[in-house]
């Protein structure tokens, strides 16, 4: 019979859910350090550049895209267009709402992307070469392009 403890060794030394939420943690810190000069948080980054990308774009189809929960989403676009970066309409279907960039949450991107390079090439020291492929490649794979 299995004891506790050898069962939590076990598990503490190979399990691939500790492993990506302490590359996570790190790698977020590393974004969230170069942009707080900025006073936006990674995770609204993220928002303010799939925005950019994409144009207007429904609160739901955001949080599937970015795999954000819906509270968490909606507390960052609150944030966000409270500082105006972002803004809202009724979605062209009709259901919900959509979200869009302004021209000061342009201005911000724009502001921001020596910022987001300095974090990327720190985030890409910290995993090497080979974890950064790993990533990306794992990234690709789960998520496609």
Do not use: Y
């Amino acid at each position: 019979m299995a004891r506790p403890h050898t069962a939590a060794t076990q598990i503490a030394s190979q399990c691939l859910a500790v492993r990506a939420r302490l590359v996570s943690r790190a790698l977020t810190a590393v974004f969230e350090e170069e942009l707080a000069p900025l006073a936006i948080t990674a995770s609204q980054f993220n928002v303010l550049v799939l925005l950019t990308k994409l144009g207007p774009t429904r609160v739901a189809d955001i949080g599937e895209r970015l795999a954000l929960e819906k509270s968490t989403l909606s507390r960052n676009a609150a944030r966000m267009q409270k500082r105006g970066w972002l803004d809202s309409r009724p979605a062209r279907e009709g259901r919900g709402r959509e979200l869009f960039v302004t021209p000061a949450g342009e201005a911000l991107l724009l502001e921001a992307r020596p910022r987001w390079s300095r974090a990327q090439k720190r985030a890409e020291a910290l995993l090497g070469k080979r974890g950064t492929a790993g990533l990306m490649g794992a990234a690709r794979a789960i998520w496609g392009a």
